[in-house]
């Protein structure tokens, strides 16, 4: 079976605080994983994926298959990361994204 | 570029009633995919087509289907609404039909089933 689990429905923090948000994921092969995020009143978009092994906004992912996780880090959080932040898996071959429940990042001064 | 557009952005039905939403890909991309997100829950993979046929399912009923055109867009169908099919229907596209292809969403039709 393919899940993704966030397990975290809503993480606050404070401006300059460190953040770290959670995901597992349940798959039998190799899958490619992704972070997407929306921020309010916009789209859903990719923020990035395992594969780039790049840093967007300040936020790193990185994979540990031994622990089936792909947590988001930021060293120090800003006000408007605030946003609904998705974990998501694609299924080696498949273009298909199965997505976690998501958790909301909220930012407070 | 407009981006991925979605139509209608909002509509009600009653049960029973038969719904199409209609997508728009970015030019270019030959690629689409269509997701039901309920509120609460992340998005959940419908259909994938790619230069006009089908190329993944997700677990819904017959009630939905789906196709695309040749210009690359695209309509999702569901038929016999329930109660249950109230959500955020979003479409996506990519240049590929492969998942390294990176997806760009659009911003949904919002169903609401009564």
């Known amino acids: 079976a393919q899940r993704v689990t966030q397990p975290e429905k809503l993480l606050s923090v404070f401006k300059g605080a460190p953040v770290e948000l959670k995901c597992n994921y349940s798959?039998?092969?190799?899958?490619?994983l992704f972070w997407y995020v929306q921020y309010s009143r916009q789209r859903l978009q990719l923020l990035l994926r395992?594969?780039s092994r790049e840093s967007i906004k300040g936020f790193t992912a990185d994979l540990n298959k031994g622990e089936t996780s792909f947590h988001l880090k930021k060293p120090f959080a800003q006000e408007e990361d605030s946003a609904m932040y998705y974990c998501?898996?694609?299924?080696?071959?498949?273009?298909?994204?199965?997505f976690g429940t998501g958790t909301r990042l909220l930012v407070s001064p | 570029d407009a981006g991925v557009t979605q139509s209608p952005t909002h509509l009600i039905k009653t049960r029973g009633q038969q719904v199409t939403l209609r997508c728009s890909p970015i030019?270019?991309?030959?690629?689409v995919s269509w997701y039901q997100q309920v509120l609460g829950q992340g998005p959940q993979f419908i259909f994938q087509?790619?230069?006009?046929?089908?190329?993944g399912r997700g677990n819904f009923p017959d009630r939905f289907s789906a196709r695309q055109f040749p210009n690359y867009s695209s309509e999702l169908n569901v038929n016999a609404l329930l109660l249950g099919d109230s959500a955020l229907y979003l479409c996506?596209?990519?240049?590929?039909?492969?998942?390294?292809?990176?997806?760009?969403f659009g911003a949904g039709s919002r169903l609401t089933v009564l």
């Open positions: 395992h594969i």
């Open positions: 996506a596209s990519s240049w590929g039909g492969s998942g390294a292809n990176v997806l760009t």
């Open positions: 030019s270019g991309h030959k690629s």
């Open positions: 087509y790619y230069e006009k046929e089908e190329r």
């Open positions: 998501a898996l694609s299924p080696t071959g498949f273009q298909k994204l199965v």
């Open positions: 798959y039998s092969g190799s899958p490619e």
